[in-house]
Each structure stands twice: as structure tokens, then as C-alpha cells.
């Protein structure tokens, strides 16, 4: 690089084909001062593109999180429906005294139980 006092004009060869450009000072200032402007703002296009991605990701985290907590809600609310149905079969006399007989082998007076093989008569969600 060489440097010609008199006309302030900087003279180097670029990296094409040898070729000599000679640029004035002020036009070096200004080339590398685009090029940090220019640095700069792509930076921010970077970050905020990265914020947005960010945000995008964060969003679809939460809806699958919503998504999950609505069918746990709606499986519980089943189960507590269930429960409910229970409840009420349990306040009835003739439910329980079927649940009894048949859970646990309980008879009447002169009444006799054979447990034949394979014969599985409990049933609790009969009405």
C-alpha cells in the first residue's frame, strides 16, 4: 500500500487480478463505516429474527401444553362422572346386597354358592 502525500490518495492493489484502485482517505472512512452500519443492522435483523423464532417456539410449547392439560381435565372429568354414578349405586340397598353377594359369596338363609371355574360374576358396573 503506498501513500501519495500530496493528494491524499491511497493507492493498493485488490485481490482481482492485480487490478490498482486509487481511493482518497474520506472514501475509505466512508466504505468502512457502510460496512459497520451495514454490520450492525444485520446484526439486529439476527436478534430480533432469533427473538421471533424464540417466541414462535415458546408458543408452541404452551399450546401443547394447553392441548395436554385439556385432555387430562376431560379424562377427569369422566373419572369424577364415573365416581358420581358410583356414589348414587352405592346408596341404593338392592346394588349393594348384588355387589356383596357376588363379591364376597355372601347368601341368604338356606341358600347355597358354587364357584364354578372360569365363572367370574363379579361385576361392578351393573345397575
Do not use: C, W
Amino acid at each position: 500500500m503506498k501513500k501519495d502525500t500530496s493528494r491524499n490518495v491511497i493507492s493498493f492493489r485488490t485481490k482481482s487480478k492485480g487490478k490498482q484502485k486509487n481511493l482518497t482517505y474520506e472514501q475509505i472512512v466512508h466504505k468502512r463505516r457502510i460496512t459497520a452500519i451495514v454490520s450492525i443492522i444485520v446484526l439486529v435483523v439476527l436478534i430480533l429474527g432469533g427473538q421471533i423464532v424464540f417466541a414462535k417456539l415458546s408458543e408452541m410449547n404452551t399450546n401443547n401444553s394447553i392441548t395436554t392439560s385439556q385432555k387430562k381435565l376431560e379424562k377427569e372429568k369422566n373419572k369424577n362422572s364415573d365416581l358420581k354414578i358410583k356414589a348414587k349405586q352405592l346408596q341404593d340397598d338392592d346394588y349393594i346386597e348384588k355387589i356383596i353377594r357376588s363379591k364376597y359369596y355372601y347368601s341368604k338363609d338356606g341358600e347355597q354358592i358354587y364357584a364354578l371355574p372360569g365363572s367370574n360374576n363379579v361385576n361392578s358396573n351393573d345397575n
